[in-house]
């Protein structure tokens, strides 16, 4: 398992006072979140509520607007410390799967790295299941086969800390579940932040769910399940967490939208 | 089928092209008939490929040069984005003047030989390649960028490994463009001023009357253009092989 620990202990992120806007509308103000260390914190929100920029912000792809404050418990900077995993799969046509799985190193140019870095990419795509298919270009894969492409790609990089968008949610129900469990487990150690609209996949993988809503949005004290993540998809205790985590979207809803 | 069709479709046109000749009775210095034509080649083959192949090789060299021209600009204005202010208007103007009107400008300053020739192919190859890489350049999946922020990638890394094979398909369809432009600029060359090659070669001969070897040199011009376009068009397509093409399932 040692292949896919970080080189680095995973810090906890705690995000204060977060504030952004988006052509000319507050999508949240006031905003914090703690995310503990080699934990999945999973954000539960309708489509819209800010999720995504939220996630943005953290990943350094919005710039953050004062008063905002991101920082890592350890005191460094997240810089070069995060993965980021987006809804689509992001894989280049032109270049294979295990091409895919190593652009990172190609684009920093770091042949060292990239060298130590094959065998790796090799041992996630075969336990990801796409062993012999290292070869294939993107075009020749289904599209949960392409996204397990995209999850090797995050974990090769050994950072601490990964950031995932929504990452199964153009997937077919069967192979999402699946997908769940392999995240899960290759995931264990690091300090994750899950972005998802499906309760159903919050309930199953986070160690933490909040919820977020309203406009501005604000997010919600946690659900903290006693169970490790992935839980069974069809046990009662997950359904039990799916179905309390839909009354408190919809409550928020209500909330929000005063009937 | 597919090698079948157009060698006929060129026998029919040169039937028709011969019988019109024939019942219409054309006298040969203002319509050859293609059998004449045929016999030129055979009388005339050594002129034919001696000004052929100067006037291919300056298409060749304008096309190379062309496309490194158009190319080289492309990338120079999407990696410093404080070029494309000034280059772009640079750009158009050299295009907005009609290449006819600055051909002999060009053949006064370069001279009768074949620099003038590859100068004019130059500059009608190198916009159309510009142009298109510079626009698939910029069409990036925004995405893409992304990924190779969070990755921490240096621009030009971003520029070379994913902007640039990203815009492989549109640059394809640039330098097929500028393969079936390429002729003009060294014909306009050629019967402008010059001492050899194809353009020069028919301005000579139809002005004494001799159509015939005209009309040779004007097929030895089609057949190079096309050969042009299909060489270009196959190193394209093997460059975008990962395109996926029409009629090829997918998964």
């Given at each position: 398992m040692s292949v896919t620990v970080p080189r680095?202990?995973?810090?906890?992120?705690?995000?204060?006072?977060?504030?952004?806007?988006?052509?000319?509308?507050?999508?949240?103000?006031?905003?914090?979140?703690?995310?503990?260390?080699?934990?999945?914190?999973?954000?539960?929100?309708?489509?819209?509520?800010?999720?995504?920029?939220?996630?943005?912000?953290?990943?350094?792809?919005?710039?953050?607007?004062?008063?905002?404050?991101?920082?890592?418990?350890?005191?460094?900077?997240?810089?070069g410390?995060v993965a980021w995993m987006a809804q689509t799969d992001l894989l280049m046509p032109w270049l294979d799967a295990l091409g895919n799985v190593l652009i990172g190193y190609r684009l920093r140019s770091d042949a060292a790295a990239l060298a130590a870095a094959q065998a790796r990419a090799l041992d996630l795509l075969a336990r990801t299941g796409l062993a012999g298919r290292e070869r294939d270009l993107p075009a020749t894969l289904s599209g949960g086969m392409r996204q397990r492409v995209a999850l090797a790609r995050t974990l090769v990089e050994e950072r601490p800390?990964v950031l995932m968008d929504?990452p199964f949610?153009q997937l077919?129900?069967?192979t999402?579940?699946s997908l769940q469990d392999l995240a899960a487990r290759m995931l264990a150690?690091r300090?994750?932040?899950?972005?998802?609209?499906?309760?159903?996949?919050?309930?199953?993988?986070?160690?933490?769910?909040?919820?977020?809503?309203?406009?501005?949005?604000?997010?919600?004290?946690?659900?903290?399940?006693?169970?490790?993540?992935?839980?069974?998809?069809?046990?009662?205790?997950?359904?039990?967490?799916?179905?309390?985590?839909?009354?408190?979207?919809?409550?928020?809803?209500?909330?929000?939208?005063?009937? | 089928?597919?090698?079948?069709?157009?060698?006929?479709?060129?026998?029919?046109?040169?039937?028709?092209?011969?019988?019109?000749?024939?019942?219409?009775?054309?006298?040969?210095?203002?319509?050859?008939?293609?059998?004449?034509?045929?016999?030129?080649?055979?009388?005339?083959?050594?002129?034919?490929?001696?000004?052929?192949?100067?006037?291919?090789?300056?298409?060749?060299?304008?096309?190379?040069?062309?496309?490194?021209?158009?190319?080289?600009?492309?990338?120079?204005?999407?990696?410093?984005?404080?070029?494309?202010?000034?280059?772009?208007?640079?750009?158009?103007?050299?295009?907005?003047?009609?290449?006819?009107?600055?051909?002999?400008?060009?053949?006064?300053?370069?001279?009768?030989?074949?620099?003038?020739?590859?100068?004019?192919?130059?500059?009608?190859?190198?916009?159309?390649?510009?142009?298109?890489?510079?626009?698939?350049?910029?069409?990036v999946d925004?995405g893409w960028l992304d990924l190779a922020r969070v990755m921490n990638a240096p621009?030009r890394a971003v520029l070379l490994r994913i902007r640039l094979p990203a815009a492989l398909p549109?640059?394809?369809?640039?330098?097929?463009?500028?393969?079936?432009?390429?002729?003009?600029?060294?014909?306009?060359?050629?019967?402008?001023?010059?001492?050899?090659?194809?353009?020069?070669?028919?301005?000579?001969?139809?002005?004494?009357?001799?159509?015939?070897?005209?009309?040779?040199?004007?097929?030895?011009?089609?057949?190079?253009?096309?050969?042009?376009?299909?060489?270009?068009?196959?190193?394209?397509t093997r460059l975008t092989r990962w395109l996926p093409r029409?009629?090829e399932a997918r998964s």
């Amino acid at each position: 398992m040692s292949v896919t620990v970080p080189r680095e202990a995973a810090p906890s992120i705690h995000i204060e006072r977060a504030r952004f806007a988006f052509a000319g509308r507050r999508l949240f103000d006031d905003l914090s979140l703690n995310l503990p260390a080699g934990r999945t914190t999973c954000l539960l929100g309708p489509s819209g509520v800010g999720k995504t920029s939220l996630l943005r912000l953290i990943a350094g792809l919005l710039p953050p607007e004062p008063p905002t404050r991101i920082n890592a418990a350890d005191g460094k900077p997240l810089t070069g410390r995060v993965a980021w995993m987006a809804q689509t799969d992001l894989l280049m046509p032109w270049l294979d799967a295990l091409g895919n799985v190593l652009i990172g190193y190609r684009l920093r140019s770091d042949a060292a790295a990239l060298a130590a870095a094959q065998a790796r990419a090799l041992d996630l795509l075969a336990r990801t299941g796409l062993a012999g298919r290292e070869r294939d270009l993107p075009a020749t894969l289904s599209g949960g086969m392409r996204q397990r492409v995209a999850l090797a790609r995050t974990l090769v990089e050994e950072r601490p800390v990964v950031l995932m968008d929504e990452p199964f949610g153009q997937l077919d129900a069967i192979t999402r579940l699946s997908l769940q469990d392999l995240a899960a487990r290759m995931l264990a150690g690091r300090t994750v932040l899950l972005v998802t609209h499906d309760p159903l996949e919050a309930a199953r993988l986070g160690h933490r769910v909040h919820v977020m809503a309203g406009a501005p949005a604000s997010v919600g004290s946690p659900l903290e399940p006693s169970s490790d993540p992935p839980r069974d998809a069809t046990s009662t205790d997950t359904l039990a967490i799916q179905a309390e985590l839909m009354r408190r979207l919809a409550d928020a809803h209500a909330f929000a939208v005063p009937a | 089928m597919k090698v079948v069709r157009p060698l006929l479709i060129a026998a029919g046109l040169l039937l028709a092209w011969e019988a019109l000749v024939w019942i219409d009775e054309t006298p040969h210095f203002i319509l050859p008939a293609p059998s004449r034509v045929a016999v030129e080649f055979v009388d005339r083959g050594d002129t034919l490929l001696f000004h052929g192949l100067h006037t291919a090789a300056e298409i060749v060299l304008g096309l190379i040069l062309g496309v490194a021209l158009g190319a080289g600009i492309a990338l120079l204005l999407t990696r410093f984005a404080g070029l494309r202010a000034w280059g772009l208007p640079i750009i158009v103007l050299s295009q907005a003047v009609p290449v006819f009107a600055i051909a002999p400008l060009l053949v006064l300053w370069l001279g009768y030989g074949m620099l003038s020739k590859v100068a004019m192919a130059s500059l009608v190859i190198f916009f159309p390649v510009a142009s298109s890489l510079y626009d698939g350049l910029r069409r990036v999946d925004p995405g893409w960028l992304d990924l190779a922020r969070v990755m921490n990638a240096p621009p030009r890394a971003v520029l070379l490994r994913i902007r640039l094979p990203a815009a492989l398909p549109a640059f394809a369809t640039g330098a097929r463009v500028a393969a079936s432009v390429a002729p003009i600029g060294a014909v306009i060359g050629e019967w402008v001023g010059a001492g050899a090659g194809l353009g020069f070669l028919m301005t000579q001969q139809l002005g004494r009357g001799q159509t015939t070897l005209a009309f040779a040199a004007l097929i030895v011009l089609c057949v190079l253009g096309v050969a042009l376009y299909f060489a270009v068009d196959a190193v394209m397509t093997r460059l975008t092989r990962w395109l996926p093409r029409d009629g090829e399932a997918r998964s």
